[in-house]
């Protein structure tokens, strides 16, 4: 899902909801109350007919908000949204507040292993590192491109359906983009634990422009740290 949530408010008039929608490169959006709770989605479709003036948000929305809960499983999802005539689910936490939004797109990409991407005017801020971060690509010289071309932190994960994602390695670079391409060209040329590393299947990179050295080794570690602390896939 993406986690930054774009959110409207029921009583915003119709030209600020198509605004927003078009400043964020998104098709649609969830309408919540003051409690985070949907409402209901208003899409661009839903903006198409504008025979009253004043109208707003809750005029034109689709309701009730088709929901889905964090924990369900990427298969239960994607079933769920093919059964509806919508492409998009609200994503709800266990109090029923609104927390991300996931797209026929998003799903779609989910079943096949491919990562899934967000509009570039959403920033991926992380809150533990305190850094904006990419999306995720996969770790192949085709998207060696989608990498900063300057200094920063680089995260190797793996993700595979039906599986919770897992960082395998994190490391400062000069040069992110460099690196990246670097890993994969000559993946069996690292260094032992890098080379295992880089031959997991499914894996993905994700980075963070930190031009500051001692920021990057700062956060390097605190990923590394969270990386040592994670057990291994089985263990109980």
Known sequence: MNRELLAIRPELPLEDVRTLLHSFGVGAAPVLDDTRRPLGVVSLRDLVANDRARATASDRMSRPALCVATSTAIDD???QLAETDMHHFVVVDATGSAVGMVSTLDLLRALVGVPT???SSFPHWDEATQVSWTD???LEEASYAQAPDGPGVLALSTGHLGERDRLVWVESCANVRARVLELSASPA?????????LALRGLRFRAAVIPDEAARARI???LRDRLDHVPPPGAT
Request: charged share 25%; proline share 10%.
């Open 77 to 79: 999802a994607a079933r």
């Open 117 to 119: 991407r967000h509009p």
């Open 136 to 138: 995720e690509w996969s």
């Open 189 to 197: 040329q690292q260094e032992p634990a890098l080379a295992r590393a």
């Open 220 to 222: 390097a570690a605190l």
